[in-house]
C-alpha cells in the first residue's frame, strides 16, 4: 500500500527506479526517473496511461535539459527565462531514443522548471523526471497528498507519496516550439496572450 515519506527516502526510491508521487507548483505527479527506463514504463501502467501519449519531463534547471542532448532552440529560451520556473510545459524536438522513452511518436519532449523548493530539491538530487499528474488517465487531478492516497489506496502501485504544499491547483500549459513556429497543445496556468507577448 502507498505510504508517505520523508524526501530523502523518496530521492532515494526514485534513485533505486521506484515510482513515487511528488508535489508541485501545478497538480501532484507520478514521478519516475528518467534513468531507469523500467520505471518509466510502469509509470505508464499506474496511470492506465496510453504508451503514445507522451510524458513531460520535469528538470531543475536548462543545464539538465542540454545534458540530455536536446538542442534548446531560441523560442523556448525567451519562453523558459520569461516563465521558468512556473507552469508552462516547454515542447521541443529531442533525440529519437529520448522520445521514445517517454512515449512521444514525433521526436519531441515537454519539459519544465517547477516553481516548488521541495520538488526542485528533488531533481537536484535524483536528476531529471518524467512526471504525470496523479490520477488514472483521464480522471481528475490530485492536489494534496491525501487525495493520492485515497486514489491508490487499494492498489501496491506506487513506491511512496512525498507529502507537500498543496499548489496552485491548475495544470500547466503546453507549448510547442518546432522549427520556425509554435502553438499551445494545452491550455492551462498561462494564457495563449501571455505566451504571444514573451514572444514577440
Known amino acids: 500500500m502507498s505510504e508517505l515519506v520523508e524526501r530523502d527516502e523518496a ?28 520505471a ?34 531560441p523560442r523556448a529560451q525567451r519562453l523558459s527565462e520569461r516563465f521558468w520556473p512556473g507552469a508552462l510545459t516547454i515542447v521541443v524536438a529531442v533525440p529519437h531514443e529520448l522520445a521514445a522513452l517517454v512515449g ?37 487531478p490530485c492536489r494534496r497528498a491525501s487525495e493520492v492516497l485515497d486514489v491508490f489506496a487499494r492498489r501496491d502501485d506506487l513506491d511512496g507519496v512525498l507529502d507537500g504544499a498543496e499548489g496552485g491547483g491548475e495544470v500547466s500549459t503546453v ?13 492551462g496556468a498561462l494564457s495563449v496572450e501571455e505566451l504571444a507577448l514573451a514572444l514577440e
Open 175 to 187: 507549448v510547442e516550439v518546432v522549427e520556425d513556429s509554435w502553438r499551445v497543445v494545452r491550455q
Open 11 to 38: 530521492v532515494r526510491r526514485l534513485k533505486g527506479g521506484g515510482v513515487v508521487a511528488v508535489p508541485t507548483d501545478t497538480v501532484y505527479g507520478v514521478a519516475a526517473s528518467l534513468a531507469h527506463p523500467v
Open 104 to 140: 512521444s511518436t514525433s521526436d519531441t519532449a515537454g519539459f519544465r522548471i517547477p516553481n516548488h523548493q521541495l520538488v526542485r530539491g528533488v531533481l537536484i538530487d535524483a536528476g531529471p523526471l518524467v512526471v504525470s499528474s496523479a490520477n488514472e488517465h483521464g480522471a481528475p
Open 40 to 73: 518509466v514504463k510502469r509509470l505508464f501502467e499506474i496511470k492506465r496511461r496510453p504508451t503514445t501519449t507522451a510524458l513531460p519531463i520535469l528538470v531543475d534547471s536548462r543545464d539538465a535539459i542540454e545534458g540530455l542532448g536536446v538542442n534548446w532552440p
